[in-house]
């Protein structure tokens, strides 16, 4: 068998280890139950991968990331290693032959949610795999103090029963010390031995300004840096609005949200890693599995929601060791909205109870039913019928769909129905004066015989497939048979589907999970204040906050955030006077003079921040010499 450094050479290509990993290798190697937390970046699934490969048998992986289970999938493919994911949507039959495979076919890696332990079937398959390590990623979901609670991870700790003898490995990027020991207790971890990088990263610098433009100093920022950079925005609004405003100022840029389909999604992503896009402005949908190490540049133009996310977020620059920045703008506003917003879009129980209570009877579900039954879901229509807050309402389904009670999935796929309106001869006799369209409609008739009887809905992919035709040539001969009246055709885009775990319970159903919900509040609600402490806090290094919000404590201020650089009187006064000039021009038009006597700072540099303003177009002069903001 080859040792750590001979696997990690053979199928990584690597030839040391970085910090941290062959200790937690030689741990787990040596029987021993482990708690690993990695910066993000660090390498986590190295530590399971190798030793995995070291020893017979298959290697559990316990991932709550759909989108990363199946890249490390993928990427284990590439280099010839046998893997396999269970996530959602694969029919029962399906994965019976999957779990086959595991067992009878040299399988070295078996990945799936956490909610797929609560099948009793799949536990049982398990349970007869030759399991050699059980490595649970992201393990700061399993703790109720965590900033993406997941219920179903509880159930891991029952694995222990069944392999006693089997090391478990916990690992996460994000922990503070109230989530390590909440997890060690359940996934009753027995003497774990701890393996933590320090959270500091001494090359990023945390910088944090209150602007009253947030455009304007993030078009200073990239012009200043030109390497790529990623911007987080809050919403799928906010994305498109900020990716075309900075396109209007000449830079080369893209987006990324969770309403994207694959194609767009992979389409965005490839134009910003082969850099032919400077920024991709994302959601916080973007980021998992994101490997480019010269980003120069994070900005978050909305505040986090938590600084687990943002500390994640913020280390997506600087992977190559160069200085980088992690930029927070914000203004006064933003707390108090914030603030609001959060508290009003959190979901309590009696709103959870008749939301629920709704959405089963828009479903027509009667009590006692809707076992495993699917329905394609659209939100804002959901809402607009019950009169409900769309985004509380999108909340409370994702504490459903955390909980297990529900499973919600965004597919925002093209549904298509069909049915034939003219008779079967006359559907041939049509196909022998326009042969080019038989081969599809042949495929159709084959795969859905009742199409003449009933509105059947259509597998776009599958009729190309069978067809041997593209996708868009399939669609153009279903427009075609409906211009002609051949053919009823109707399609359109799904929001989500819903498939429904348990039998409708109403108030016994809601109950059962309420503590959840009600710790799960208490938890965002210390969230929002770690994060509005971290930006009104002027006192301290903007490291050394961080460090201390994850337990690490240190006496040495990092020397380059926009606290200590205030220290150093190293900042340029020219970005708060554009600040100040431009929210004064928000209320009046106002002559250089005038911005003088209320702004009470160098007149050269007031002129010089105003023609660098007039240069940008941020603002014009009008015939009677006074500024005024550009329309």
């Known amino acids: 068998m080859l040792g750590a450094q001979d696997i990690l050479l053979k199928y990584w290509k690597h030839d040391s280890f970085r910090p941290l990993q062959k200790e937690i290798i030689d741990s787990v190697l040596e029987g021993q139950d482990t708690f690993a937390v990695l910066p993000t970046g660090g390498g986590k699934s190295i530590c399971f991968q190798v030793p995995a490969m070291m020893q017979e048998g298959i290697c559990l992986v316990i991932s709550p990331l759909i989108a990363l289970m199946k890249d490390q999938v993928m990427n284990l493919q590439k280099r010839d290693i046998k893997a396999i994911a269970l996530t959602g949507g694969i029919h029962t039959e399906e994965l019976i032959d999957l779990l086959d495979n595991c067992q009878y076919g040299n399988y070295k890696f078996l990945y799936l949610s956490p909610e797929r332990l609560q099948s009793d079937w799949i536990l049982e398959r398990i349970k007869n795999l030759p399991i050699n390590l059980i490595a649970i990623d992201e393990a700061h979901c399993v703790s109720q103090w965590g900033h993406d609670f997941r219920p179903a991870y509880l159930k891991i700790s029952e694995l222990k029963k069944f392999f006693p003898k089997i090391p478990f490995l916990a690992l996460t990027a994000t922990a503070t010390p109230r989530v390590i020991e909440d997890i060690r207790t359940q996934l009753e971890l027995k003497n774990p031995r701890h393996f933590q990088q320090s959270f500091e990263r001494k090359n990023i610098a945390y910088m944090v300004f209150e602007v009253e433009d947030k455009l304007y100093r993030t078009e200073q920022i990239l012009k200043k840096n030109p390497q790529p950079s990623i911007i987080y925005v809050r919403n799928r609004k906010a994305c498109l609005n900020m990716s075309s405003q900075l396109q209007s100022l000449g830079f080369t840029s893209t987006y990324y949200h969770g309403g994207l389909s694959s194609k767009e999604k992979d389409k965005n992503m490839q134009l910003w890693m082969s850099e032919q896009a400077q920024v991709i ?175 059947s809905n259509l597998n776009l992919g599958l009729i190309a497939k069978k067809a041997n035709r593209s996708e868009e040539q399939v669609l153009a001969v279903l427009e075609k048979l409906k211009e002609k009246e051949i053919i009823e055709y109707k399609s359109k885009n799904n929001d989500a589907t819903i498939l429904f775990n348990e039998v409708r319970e109403d108030d016994h159903t809601i109950n059962r999970v309420s503590k959840y919900l009600e710790k799960q509040n208490e ?76 702004i009470k700072m160098d007149t050269k540099d007031i002129l010089s921040v105003l023609q660098e303003l007039l240069e940008n177009n941020h603002i014009i002069i009008q015939a009677n010499n006074k500024y005024t903001l550009k329309s």
């Open 281 to 455: 402005v994302a959601t916080n949908a973007f980021g998992m599995g994101i490997d480019k190490d010269n980003v120069k540049t994070v900005i978050h133009t909305q505040l986090p929601e938590n600084l687990e996310n943002y500390y994640q977020e913020s280390g997506r620059a600087g992977r190559n060791g160069a200085k980088a920045f992690s930029v927070l703008l914000y203004n006064n506003s933003d707390s108090i909205q914030t603030e609001q917003q959060f508290l009003n879009i959190l979901p309590d129980k009696k709103f959870l109870k008749t939301m629920y209570n709704k959405l089963c009877n828009y479903f027509q579900i009667a009590y006692g039913e809707g076992l495993d039954e699917t329905f394609s879901f659209k939100l804002n229509h959901f809402c607009n019928k019950y009169d409900f807050p769309t985004l509380k309402t999108y909340n409370a389904l994702q504490f459903l769909n955390q909980q297990g009670i529900i499973t919600m999935s965004q597919e925002f796929s093209e549904k298509i129905n069909i049915q034939f309106l003219i008779e079967s001869k006359e559907v041939i006799r049509y196909m022998s004066l326009n042969p080019n369209d038989e081969e599809i409609i042949l495929a159709i008739l084959r795969t859905y015989p009742g199409v003449y009887e009933v509105k």
């Open 523 to 598: 938890v965002k609600k210390e969230q929002l204040l770690s994060v509005l402490h971290y930006i009104k806090d002027n006192k301290t290094c903007k490291n050394r906050l961080v460090l201390d919000y994850f337990g690490e404590e240190t006496k040495e201020n990092c020397g380059i955030c926009s606290y200590c650089i205030t220290l150093k009187g190293k900042i340029t006064e020219a970005d708060s006077i554009a600040d100040k000039i431009l929210s004064l021009l928000r209320t009046a038009s106002l002559t250089s003079r005038e911005i003088e006597n209320q």
